[in-house]
C-alpha cells in the first residue's frame, strides 16, 4: 500500500515533519499486531541517473525504518527497506506533479 502523505523532495530522502501522522499510524497499526512484519520500499521519479534513484529510493526506505525504531521504538527485526528507483512509476513523470507522487515510499505486509 502507498503511505500516502509521505512523499519526499527532489533529490532528498529526508522525512519532513508534516508526515509525522502517517508514522504515527504505522507505529500504532505495528503497536497492535505485534506479530507483523513490514517491508519499506522507496521510489523515485525518473529524473538523474538510473543507479543514483535505485540508492535514494533505498535512503528513502531506510529513512522510514529508523524513524521508526528511533521515535517510536519498533524491534528493527519487524521491518524491512528496499529500493526501486524509477521502475514502478504510479504517475507520469512527464509533469512536476507526477514527478513528486512519483517520489513516495510503500509499505508491504511481510
Same mark, same amino acid.
Given at each position: 500500500?502507498?503511505?500516502? #502523505?509521505?512523499?519526499?523532495?527532489?533529490?532528498?530522502?529526508?522525512?519532513?515533519?508534516?508526515?509525522?501522522?502517517?508514522?504515527?499510524?504505522?507505529?500504532?497499526?505495528? /503497536?497492535?499486531?505485534?506479530?507483523?512484519?513490514? $517491508?519499506? $520500499? #522507496?521510489? $523515485?521519479? *525518473?529524473? /538523474? *541517473?538510473?543507479?543514483? +534513484?535505485?540508492?535514494?529510493?533505498?535512503?528513502?526506505?531506510?529513512?522510514?525504518?529508523?524513524?521508526?525504531?528511533?521515535?517510536? /521504538?519498533?524491534?528493527? /527485526?519487524?521491518? +524491512?527497506?528496499? #529500493?526501486? #528507483?524509477?521502475?514502478?512509476?504510479?504517475?507520469? +513523470?512527464? $509533469?512536476?506533479?507526477?514527478?513528486?507522487? +512519483?517520489?513516495?515510499?510503500?509499505?508491504?505486509?511481510?
Amino acid at each position: 500500500a502507498i503511505i500516502y #502523505g509521505i512523499y519526499f523532495d527532489f533529490d532528498k530522502a529526508d522525512i519532513k515533519p508534516d508526515s509525522k501522522p502517517q508514522l504515527d499510524q504505522i507505529a500504532k497499526l505495528l /503497536g497492535d499486531h505485534p506479530d507483523i512484519k513490514l $517491508t519499506f $520500499t #522507496g521510489h $523515485t521519479d *525518473n529524473q /538523474g *541517473n538510473a543507479d543514483y +534513484n535505485l540508492a535514494r529510493s533505498r535512503r528513502r526506505a531506510d529513512a522510514i525504518v529508523a524513524a521508526l525504531v528511533r521515535d517510536y /521504538g519498533i524491534a528493527a /527485526g519487524r521491518l +524491512n527497506a528496499q #529500493g526501486m #528507483g524509477a521502475s514502478a512509476p504510479i504517475a507520469s +513523470n512527464d $509533469t512536476d506533479e507526477g514527478r513528486a507522487k +512519483n517520489r513516495r515510499v510503500e509499505r508491504v505486509k511481510q
